[in-house]
């Protein structure tokens, strides 16, 4: 696993212009540290009494070793895909992790909610709540902060029909047994 931690100035982020190939790509290299180790986390939790969320975990033993850490929560995430070529889908990961914390934290996930029957899975199958990154970039893009609004509202309705559905009348009614495997 990488452990990453990012920090942007309000100030804006310093991008290299004046480099041959992307700077993009080199500002994204700054920002990772390979030295960073799970013991950092303690530090880091003293930094702050804030709950402590580690985002990228898709292992049972990394979830188990993040409950160890005092994290809080975890986000179960393959970063939208964008990392590692060939990555376990967060959705795959989730059965396993699920059990592997037993409780002991809150599990988020995101990657791939496009539509509420994906919520619905994800409630399913022992997430806490889903999480948005694209989605959430292209209302904006769309129109503005009015095409964010709409994109998660068009998601609540979607999800408040496929529970409606599935039979369900209330969130705790949402369990495995909505989700079939092949
Ligand atoms: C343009 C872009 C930039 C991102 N930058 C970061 C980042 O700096 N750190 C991070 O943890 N995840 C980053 N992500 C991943 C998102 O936080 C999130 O995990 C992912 O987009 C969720 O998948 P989805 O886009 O399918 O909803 C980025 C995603 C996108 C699309």
Redesign the pocket.
């Known amino acids: 696993m990488v452990i ?1 931690v ?1 920090i942007r100035a309000l100030s804006g982020l310093n991008i290299p212009q004046e480099h041959e190939e992307s700077g993009l790509l080199v500002y ?1 290299a700054q ?1 990772l540290d390979s030295s960073i180790t799970w013991r950092d986390l303690e530090w880091l939790q003293s930094l702050s009494p804030l709950p402590l969320v580690l ?2 975990i898709l292992r049972g033993d990394d979830a188990t070793r993040a409950v160890e850490c005092g994290a809080k929560a975890i ?1 179960l ?7 590692l070529d060939g990555a376990i889908a ?1 959705l795959d990961a989730l059965c396993e992790i699920v059990e592997a914390v037993d409780s002991r934290l809150e599990v988020l996930l ?5 539509r509420g029957i994906d919520i619905l899975k994800a409630l399913a199958l022992g997430a806490r709540a889903v ?7 292209w209302g904006l893009a769309a129109d503005g902060e009015a095409g964010v609004a709409h994109v998660i509202s068009l998601l609540k309705d979607e999800f408040d029909v496929a529970i409606a559905l599935s039979g369900c009348a209330k969130l705790q009614d949402i369990n495995s047994s909505l989700v079939f495997k092949s």
Request: overall charge positive; cysteine-free.
């Open positions: 990453y990012y994204f920002q985002k990228g986000v995430s393959n970063h939208g895909g964008r990392q967060s995101d990657g791939g909610i496009r999480l948005l990154g694209r989605p959430v970039l």
